[in-house]
Nanobody
Framework: HVQLVESGGGSVDAGGSVRLSCVVS??????MGWLRQAAGKEREGVAA???????TYTYSVKDRFTISQDNAKNTLYLQMNSLKPEDTAMYYC???????????????????WGQGTQVTVS
């Protein structure tokens, strides 16, 4: 049984920082990602990390967000700095990228998803 559980969301002032965590159980993934969905908008990829630990980011978060993983703890992280109101969204971690997708920040074709954690920037 694969389970992804996010935590760390909340409300923060613009310019602040938040770190999201995602504990993964029941699966070891070659590619994992963070995605977000703002109210009234489609879900978009934010960042991804491959088996080698190489990260990719969507342009709007580059140099502000950092994706990382701790394999010993089976945990994926997203450190978000210099937050902007437009970063407000529900954030999801995801694992198991379908084979027709390239492991990159724009990927949305994941099989397993967490329940999401809300980040609100004001």
């Amino acid at each position: 049984h694969v389970q992804l559980v996010e935590s760390g969301g909340g409300s923060v002032d613009a310019g602040g920082s938040v770190r999201l965590s995602c504990v993964v159980s029941g699966y070891s993934s070659d590619c994992m990602g963070w995605l977000r969905q703002a109210a009234g908008k489609e879900r978009e990829g934010v960042a991804a990390i491959d088996r080698a630990g190489s990260p990719t980011y969507t342009y709007s978060v580059k140099d502000r967000f950092t994706i990382s993983q701790d394999n010993a703890k089976n945990t994926l992280y997203l450190q978000m700095n210099s937050l902007k109101p437009e970063d407000t969204a529900m954030y999801y971690c995801a694992a198991y990228l379908y084979s027709n997708w390239f492991c990159g920040a724009a990927a949305t074709g994941y099989k397993y998803w967490g329940q999401g954690t809300q980040v609100t920037v004001s």
